[in-house]
């Protein structure tokens, strides 16, 4: 039963949330605390020392913005909407959960938090900047109370687990070690979210649904051709640096809460259907990789 969950788990938390996507909106104000959870659970991995900058992340973080810039630029043309509802899944910062999958996945931890802390920082000063240049839809926020709002949502869910995983070695190495080889539990507790996250994505959808399915079709098939790039781009640039599994989830993993935030605060509010699909074909490519892993280790 064990072994089968951990193949599978991932798709039954995706079909769960798509079911009862109107009971679990409730749970939504949870998720955070699941996040910080499971990444105190995953960081016990993680030493100081390990969490350094390096030329592999900041081609990440070229690509994240070049990236996402000339995407735009190329789909303007065709249909504004459409093209601010890509542009944002690359701009957005990596999925504050991306260490724990690629744990999982046995890749490089420490790669992955030290980027997931650059990205989603360097979006709280970029994103406000970026897209008003784009022009909004809505009316102008001002720069610190959009830096603050993305600083005081993100960070602390990426900051604190870590601070309390470094104080917890030092204090209590027995304790420390007792969750360092624990780590299946991060897994479950990310499965919980994610459960919740697509049923806020899948009301989320019903919602916004205008009747414009032309629109909507367009949107989903380039979000996932998008999606499917990241993950191959990162890992094939992460292969260079020796750490394929850690480059395919930074760039291809992606905070979409945080999208959609942006989106509706800066964008026409029906682009932010670009990160709601995104988090659903992230999840399946996460639950595909998953469940190879777990067939070779079988």
């Given at each position: ?89 690359i701009l957005t910062a990596t999925a504050t959960s ?5 744990g999982i996945l046995g890749g490089s931890i420490s ?188």
């Open positions: 039963m064990h072994k089968f969950l951990e193949k599978y788990l991932l798709i039954i938390a995706m079909i769960a949330g798509i079911t009862f996507h109107k009971q679990l909106f409730v749970f939504n104000p949870v998720i955070p605390y699941l996040l910080s959870l499971m990444l105190f659970v995953t960081y016990c991995r993680v030493t100081w020392n390990e969490v350094r900058l390096t030329k592999f992340h900041y081609i990440l973080l070229t690509i994240q913005y070049a990236g996402s810039a000339a995407v735009y630029l190329l789909l303007k043309p065709f249909n504004e909407i459409l093209a601010q509802a890509v542009m944002i899944c991306a260490p724990v999958v690629t790669t992955v938090a030290a980027y997931t802390i650059l990205s989603n920082l360097l979006v709280a000063f970029m994103a406000p900047l970026f897209l008003s240049v784009i022009g909004s839809t809505t009316e102008s926020v001002p720069f610190f109370s959009s830096f603050w709002y993305i600083f005081q949502k993100v960070m602390p869910i990426l900051l604190v687990p870590f601070v309390l995983a470094l104080l917890l070695a030092k204090v209590s190495p027995k304790a420390h070690r007792k969750v360092r080889h624990a780590q299946i539990v991060s897994f479950y507790l990310w499965a919980t979210a994610l459960t919740i996250v697509i049923g806020n994505v899948t009301q989320f959808v019903l919602a916004h649904n205008d009747g414009n399915y032309s629109l909507e079709l367009t949107i989903a098939g380039i979000t996932l051709v998008v999606c499917l790039a990241q993950f191959i781009f990162g890992r094939r640039i992460g292969s260079r640096f020796n750490n394929t599994v850690a480059g395919g989830q930074s760039l291809g993993q992606k905070n979409t809460v945080l999208a959609i935030w942006l989106t509706q605060t800066y964008l026409n509010p029906l682009a932010s259907l670009g990160p709601g699909l995104y988090v659903l074909w992230q999840n399946l490519v996460n639950s595909w990789q998953i469940w190879r892993v777990k067939r070779k280790t079988k």
